[in-house]
Nanobody, 119 residues
């Protein structure tokens, strides 16, 4: 029932900012106790949790991304966003948004969007 869709540029240049948006349908991003996460997977590597924003607007960041990432929400559009500053080729990955339920389950995922950082 819940559907998430990532959108943003597929190609960015080193030193630029990567802007990504997750559009949610079938649920409200303000639903009680739900957290909305960003996760990425570089080629040949495992999943990397980046950060999240809760139903109330509280943000959480992985130490690996805290200095460069910013997560916001737009409740009227039922969207939440990720901005990743100062990207390098090592930021090349498939980026996912996900819904985290009250039990901590990552039960709903977007299909992922490929982002390549290259000059």
């Amino acid at each position: 029932q819940v559907q998430l869709r990532e959108s943003g540029p597929g190609l960015v240049k080193p030193s630029q900012t990567l802007p990504l948006t997750c559009t949610v349908s079938g649920d409200s991003i303000t639903t009680n106790s739900v957290v909305w996460s960003w996760v990425r997977q570089p080629p040949g590597k495992g999943l990397e949790w980046m950060g999240a924003i809760s139903y109330s607007g509280t943000t959480y960041y992985s130490p690996l991304f805290k200095s460069r990432a910013s997560i916001s929400r737009h409740t009227s559009e039922n969207q939440f966003t990720l901005q990743l500053n100062s990207v390098t080729p090592e930021d090349t990955a498939v980026y996912y948004c996900a819904r985290v339920g009250g039990w901590g389950e990552f039960a709903s995922w977007g299909q992922g969007t490929q982002v390549t950082v290259s000059s």
